[in-house]
């Protein structure tokens, strides 16, 4: 019995679609393994990280009532994007960012100066984080593409380069 079981068992894998299938399997294993340590041996762990930014209150200069947002919290916009319209006045950001606090109700007054929403500016922010020399500080290069996530908006990643070691 366990003789026959054998023999259906390399019959089984001696057709070509059997080989070919198990071969291709077998590639992306390795390929997939390498990758992920090759991931694992260029990751940097960050001690402690400070994000600054310049950020932009987008706020009307007369009252009005909130009539529409454009924009969700978190999201990138390009400059002059569309935020909000308050009365007869519609909101601009002046620069590129991500767009940071939650909107009042549609409806609601809007006093002058009280800001709609923020734009922290993507292109001006700068992270300064602290590690250890014996953590990976040789694998860190001025001028290296970085990708951090950011806990005020999970489940995004912001890419940037490292413009000093100090």
């Given at each position: 019995?366990?003789?026959?079981?054998?023999?259906?068992?390399?019959?089984?894998?001696?057709?070509?679609w059997v080989r070919s299938v198990s071969s291709a399997l077998l590639i992306f294993g390795v390929l997939g393994?390498?990758?992920?340590?090759?991931?694992?041996?260029?990751?940097?762990?960050?001690?402690?990280?400070?994000?600054?930014?310049?950020?932009?209150?987008?706020?009307?200069t007369t009252g009005g009532i909130l009539y529409a947002t454009y924009v969700a919290e978190g999201e990138a916009?390009?400059?002059?994007?569309?935020?909000?319209?308050?009365?007869?006045?519609?909101?601009?950001?002046?620069?590129?960012?991500?767009?940071?606090?939650?909107?009042?109700?549609?409806?609601?007054?809007?006093?002058?100066?009280?800001?709609?929403?923020?734009?922290?500016?993507?292109?001006?922010?700068?992270?300064?984080?602290?590690?250890?020399?014996?953590?990976?500080?040789?694998?860190?290069?001025?001028?290296?593409?970085v990708v951090f996530p950011v806990d005020a908006f999970p489940g995004k990643s912001y890419e940037g380069t490292?413009?000093?070691?100090?």
């Amino acid at each position: 019995m366990t003789e026959n079981r054998t023999n259906a068992i390399t019959a089984y894998f001696a057709h070509p679609w059997v080989r070919s299938v198990s071969s291709a399997l077998l590639i992306f294993g390795v390929l997939g393994a390498f990758i992920y340590w090759y991931e694992a041996r260029i990751t940097v762990p960050i001690e402690k990280s400070v994000l600054s930014a310049p950020i932009a209150n987008i706020a009307p200069t007369t009252g009005g009532i909130l009539y529409a947002t454009y924009v969700a919290e978190g999201e990138a916009i390009p400059a002059n994007t569309p935020i909000a319209q308050v009365g007869t006045e519609t909101l601009f950001a002046k620069e590129a960012g991500i767009v940071s606090g939650e909107a009042q109700a549609i409806g609601t007054y809007v006093a002058p100066g009280h800001a709609v929403y923020s734009v922290i500016s993507a292109e001006r922010m700068r992270v300064a984080g602290t590690l250890e020399e014996t953590e990976g500080l040789s694998r860190v290069k001025t001028g290296q593409r970085v990708v951090f996530p950011v806990d005020a908006f999970p489940g995004k990643s912001y890419e940037g380069t490292v413009d000093g070691i100090s």
